[in-house]
């Protein structure tokens, strides 16, 4: 009886401690904002050449990896969808199903991965390295807001980052994908169009928009929280890194599960299923 | 933000002010105390006591765990971060180790709080910091990053960026560390003379260099268990400007 409290003891401490932290990094979000809204000293310039900075990096440098990424992505799911829908008399579905499995869940999550992998830990570690250097001390000794002059921008960028990178792979791995399978298959362009066109809605839009843009800000403001958590010593700023990498996948893939949960419960009760 | 709106601090005082570091014995304990204004004031303490955190709460960059800590009669521990700003930016700080912003050159490092709240028009900001930075002789570094510049150099620049928005208090946490005797003269006698100007009013110094000292009149406030202990007057050893 003593064992099984506690294992509920810990199953408890293990919930709330989550349950803090979700509402730490929640709290995080709104005063970043706040601040932002509040600073009057702080231009539009400062903003912008952050968030280009951010841009730049998150989005711009990253093009590669996601052409990459996406064209084979792209092409194994054509492959995949083309050979086994013609098997069952359903090649027009082609579109439904690469709509689903590309634009809805792996388009997004993959280009979170990738965002994750090279841009939320540059930002946990540049943000823990000037913790530990005493940078964002000296900012607010100088009446410098750093939720609004260093977390802010990065965080919009990020999100503005997110989508863009998100939009590329969608077009890549579906476009690109084809062409690349190309001499694998004998489907005619415009009937892969038009299959794709009819299957795109505005649920998917909205899932897009939904899934992107709140993936972007996850990542970066994990990421920004776990810098801003190193104390003094820049030995702690490898352990948040990775902190805040294996914290953003998890929020990032809860997120994305949510979603598309939420989105199927729904298409079921339009349906009159339950 | 122009001069107009800064508020003019003529008294600092803790009311019950109680503060410990995790793992640590307590920097202040339940501490009531006048802090001495319009002087140069030398905290001494025994290492470790806490010197540099008694300067981080006086900077608004700690806050106490209980207790109040009041300019001129405002309990600034309740404000929010923009409503202390107008008594931030009366506060200069310098650090006795980092604080230099790494992407920004040192140049943009005496720039920033300048431009920022755009204290002065940018060409007078500009002027001054190129002032400052020709008197110390920094010039050539001054297009440098932090990473890039000797350790000397990296010091004074903070040092001057505490004193650049010309403040009515200044913090110097340890402020003669990684400095030759000749900059530590030629600093004192920027403080002297901006305190002529009217500006730098109440002047804290956490140090352990008796030399540095010497070269300022001074009173002492001494950190011991917990408590601050206010010592009157000792006046500086005569020197000529620039020695």
């Known amino acids: 009886m003593g064992v099984l409290l506690g294992r509920i003891d810990d199953?408890?401490?293990?919930?709330?401690?989550?349950?803090?932290?979700?509402?730490r990094v929640l709290l995080m979000v709104y005063l970043?904002?706040?601040?932002?809204?509040?600073?009057?000293?702080?231009?539009?310039?400062?903003?912008v050449s952050v968030l280009a900075a951010q841009v730049y990096f998150t989005g711009w440098q990253a093009l590669p990896l996601i052409?990459?990424?996406?064209?084979?992505?792209?092409?194994?799911?054509?492959?995949?969808?083309?050979s086994n829908l013609t098997m069952v008399g359903g090649s027009d579905m082609i579109g439904s199903f690469l709509v689903i499995a590309l634009s809805r869940e792996t388009g997004p999550l993959l280009t979170a991965l990738v965002v994750i992998a090279r841009s939320g830990t540059a930002v946990a570690s540049e943000v823990g390295n000037m913790r530990a250097n005493r940078e964002i001390e000296a900012l607010e000794s100088m009446g410098i807001n750093p939720l609004s002059f260093i977390v802010f921008p990065r965080v919009f960028g990020g999100v503005i980052s997110v989508l863009c990178l998100a939009f590329y792979f969608n077009v890549i791995a579906l476009l690109g994908g084809f062409f690349v399978t190309r001499f694998l298959h004998d489907i005619p362009f415009n009937f892969y169009a038009d299959s794709l066109l009819q299957a795109f809605t505005m649920d998917d839009v909205l899932i897009f928009l939904l899934k992107n843009s709140f993936s972007g800000m996850i990542i970066f403001i994990v990421c920004c929280y776990q810098g801003?958590?190193?104390?003094?010593?820049?030995?702690?700023?490898?352990?948040?890194?990775?902190?805040?990498?294996?914290?953003?996948?998890?929020?990032?893939?809860v997120f994305n599960l949510t979603v598309t949960a939420v989105f199927y419960m729904n298409q079921l009760r339009n349906m009159g299923v339950i | 933000m122009n001069a107009a709106q800064f508020p003019r601090i003529e008294s600092l005082r803790f009311e019950g002010v109680s503060f410990k570091h995790e793992n640590h014995d307590p920097t202040l304990q339940n501490c009531d105390f006048e802090f001495p204004t319009g002087r140069v004031v030398w905290f001494k303490s025994p290492e470790g006591a806490g010197k540099s955190t008694l300067l981080q709460i006086m900077a608004g960059l700690l806050l106490p765990d209980r207790g109040a800590f009041y300019m001129n009669d405002k309990n600034v521990i309740d404000m929010s971060f923009e409503e202390f700003l107008p008594y931030r930016l009366q506060i200069g700080f310098t650090f006795d180790y980092g604080g230099l912003i790494n992407n920004r050159s040192i140049e943009d490092n005496l720039l920033l709080p300048l431009l920022y709240h755009k204290i002065v028009p940018e060409g007078d900001a500009h002027a001054r910091v190129r002032s400052l930075v020709e008197r110390f002789e920094i010039k050539k570094f001054a297009n440098?990053?932090?990473?890039?510049?000797?350790?000397?150099?990296?010091?004074?620049?903070?040092?001057?960026?505490?004193?650049?928005?010309?403040?009515?208090?200044?913090?110097?946490?340890?402020p003669s560390v990684g400095l030759g005797e000749g900059t530590q003269n030629a600093f004192v006698d920027v403080?002297?003379?901006?305190?002529?100007?009217?500006?730098?009013?109440?002047?804290?110094?956490?140090?352990?260099?008796?030399?540095?000292?010497?070269?300022?009149?001074?009173?002492?406030?001494?950190?011991?268990?917990?408590?601050?202990?206010?010592?009157?007057?000792?006046?500086?050893?005569?020197r000529a400007v620039g020695q």
Do not use: C, W
């Open chain 2, 191 to 238: 403080l002297n003379e901006m305190r002529a100007q009217g500006h730098l009013k109440h002047i804290f110094i956490s140090s352990y260099d008796e030399r540095f000292m010497s070269l300022m009149s001074h009173d002492i406030v001494h950190l011991d268990g917990g408590l601050l202990y206010h010592q009157p007057g000792e006046e500086a050893a005569p």
């Open chain 1, 11 to 23: 199953l408890g401490r293990f919930v709330t401690s989550n349950i803090e932290y979700t509402m």
């Open chain 2, 144 to 174: 440098e990053r932090p990473a890039h510049v000797p350790g000397r150099v990296r010091k004074l620049a903070v040092l001057l960026r505490g004193l650049v928005t010309h403040p009515q208090v200044l913090l110097l946490d340890d």
């Open chain 1, 32 to 47: 970043s904002l706040r601040a932002t809204i509040l600073d009057q000293a702080q231009g539009l310039r400062t903003i």
């Open chain 1, 228 to 253: 801003l958590s190193v104390k003094k010593s820049p030995h702690e700023v490898p352990q948040v890194t990775t902190q805040a990498v294996v914290n953003s996948i998890i929020y990032v893939t």
């Open chain 1, 67 to 82: 052409t990459t990424l996406a064209l084979t992505t792209g092409s194994v799911l054509v492959l995949q969808g083309l």
